[in-house]
């Protein structure tokens, strides 16, 4: 069955810090990747999507996140986390279908200051 | 321009009781969808449209309904509410296919918290 997977249900960073989220898919041919960020209160707000071509995908917020097809995996990083970041982010997938994404559980990521 | 609108953002209903969740785009979206969110399980796919008069089942479909009468509007009743759907609700719309193309993305209202006592 296709799944995406976030191994980490809560990461706490300090500021300043590095940060990295992962998600792993499980389909049958690479799907479109995407990741989420849910702020308290709100909407899901699109940081970076990966469609094909450079494993390597730069979003909005200073996020980037990288492709690896060996693992499956599609993890986002940002290299400072600011006290802003503090929020939820969903990692997802689709195979193009028009049943729309399948979305991992979320992690919840704190900011110390 | 608006996006997509949900209405309304929090409600309470009683055990048994009928109500409809309203969801707008002004994008001319062929694609829209609803979505419930619960801890620890993300975002769960109900129901979807692909056009005006044409909808499918998603991944967790019995105690709602849907009906898409217009490109813009796509409304999510319960028939009847049970405990079990309390929950936030997302409506969510995009161009076409999600991932059918580099712009086709989707896009999310603020969402919908209903509790059912």
């Known amino acids: 069955a296709q799944s995406v997977t976030q191994p980490d249900i809560h990461i706490t960073v300090s500021e300043g810090a590095s940060l990295e989220l992962r998600c792993n898919y499980s389909?049958?041919?690479?799907?479109?990747l995407f990741w989420y960020v849910q702020s308290p209160g709100q909407g899901l707000q699109l940081l970076l999507k990966?469609?094909?071509?450079?494993?390597l995908v730069q979003g909005i917020k200073g996020f980037e996140a990288e492709f690896k097809r060996s693992q499956s995996s599609f993890n986002l990083r940002k290299p400072s986390v600011h006290w802003s970041d503090a929020a939820e982010y969903f990692c997802?997938?689709?195979?193009?279908?028009?049943?729309?994404?399948?979305f991992g559980s979320g992690t919840q990521l704190t900011v110390l200051p | 321009n608006a996006g997509v609108t949900q209405t309304p953002k929090f409600q309470v209903l009683k055990t048994g009781q009928s109500m409809t969740l309203q969801c707008a785009q002004d994008m001319n979206h062929e694609y829209m969808s609803w979505y419930r969110q619960d801890p620890g399980m993300g975002l769960r796919l109900i129901h979807y449209s692909v056009g005006a008069g044409i909808t499918d089942q998603g991944e967790v479909p019995n105690g709602y309904n849907v009906s898409r009468s217009t490109t813009e509007d796509f409304p999510l009743r319960l028939l009847s509410a049970a405990p079990s759907q309390t929950s936030v609700y997302f409506c969510a719309s995009s161009y076409s296919i999600v991932g059918g193309g580099s712009n086709t993305e989707a896009f999310f209202g603020q969402g919908t918290r209903l509790t059912v006592v």
């Open positions: 990966y469609f094909s071509g450079d494993t």
């Open positions: 389909y049958g041919a690479t799907p479109y």
């Open positions: 997802a997938a689709t195979p193009g279908s028009a049943r729309q994404l399948t």
